[in-house]
Antibody
Framework: QVQLQQSGPGLVKPSQTLSLTCAIS??????????WDWIRQSPSRGLEWLGR?????????DYALSVKGRITINPGTSKNQFSLQLNSVTPDDTAVYYC?????????????WGQGTLVTVSS | QSVLTQPPSVSAAPGQKVTISCSGS????????VSWYQQLPGTAPKLLIY???KRPSGIPDRFSGSKSGTSATLGITGLQAGDEADYYC??????????FGGGTKLTVL
């Protein structure tokens, strides 16, 4: 059974960097068949996919256009985790952030989710 | 504004059937498979359906999915009080991003 455990601060000041970590158990961040994604949810934006990291002989990242240039998703192989960094945050980045595992059959879908972290951007 | 369009709410009595629609375009649903997620209050979304109509292990066959053209439908039969939740459709679009519907709140009367 895959489990994803999120950690990180719930309050970030405007213009600073949001940082969250997702610890994986029951699978490996270096899996050749999964992706490791970040998704956020807010009343104004609904569910919004932010990006993913995955290993296919080497590491790859895909990012949503809405946050490209501000986002970094990194694997942490020694601790079997992955992280999200979102720079230059504004109050519009206030949301519940989820990590999730991407699985593939005929298309990608998200079969395991973290518990969610409410991140508020406020001074 | 969500890329995929869902009705804000649906309702039905216990034991009845309900359907939830999800409308997209040729840039997303029309050329990809759809997944559905159930979100109970205060919890993370949970996968209900993938590849349009496949159920993960542990999901009862009261839940079903279908797709036609640029629209998809989630069906729930034998409604139970525990089915009260928000339901989201999701797929991928031509910009290589996952996209979701705005969610549908199901009320069991």
């Amino acid at each position: 059974q895959v489990q994803l455990q999120q950690s990180g601060p719930g309050l970030v000041k405007p213009s600073q960097t949001l940082s969250l970590t997702c610890a994986i158990s029951g699978d490996s961040v270096s899996s050749n068949s999964a992706t490791w994604d970040w998704i956020r949810q807010s009343p104004s934006r609904g569910l919004e996919w932010l990006g993913r990291t995955y290993f296919r002989s080497k590491w790859y990242n895909d990012y949503a256009l809405s946050v490209k240039g501000r986002i970094t998703i990194n694997p942490g192989t020694s601790k079997n985790q992955f992280s999200l960094q979102l720079n230059s945050v504004t109050p519009d980045d206030t949301a519940v952030y989820y990590c999730a595992r991407g699985a593939y059959n005929s298309a990608w879908y998200f079969d395991y989710w973290g518990q969610g972290t409410l991140v508020t951007v406020s001074s | 504004q969500s890329v995929l369009t869902q009705p804000p709410s649906v309702s039905a009595a216990p034991g009845q059937k309900v359907t939830i629609s999800c409308s997209g375009s040729t840039s997303n649903i029309g050329n990809n498979f759809v997944s559905w997620y159930q979100q109970l209050p205060g919890t993370a979304p949970k996968l209900l359906i993938y590849d349009n109509n496949k159920r993960p292990s542990g999901i009862p066959d009261r839940f079903s999915g279908s797709k036609s053209g640029t629209s998809a439908t989630l069906g729930i039969t034998g409604l139970q009080a525990g089915d009260e939740a928000d339901y989201y459709c999701g797929t991928w679009d031509s910009s290589l991003s996952a996209v979701f519907g705005g969610g549908t709140k199901l009320t069991v009367l």
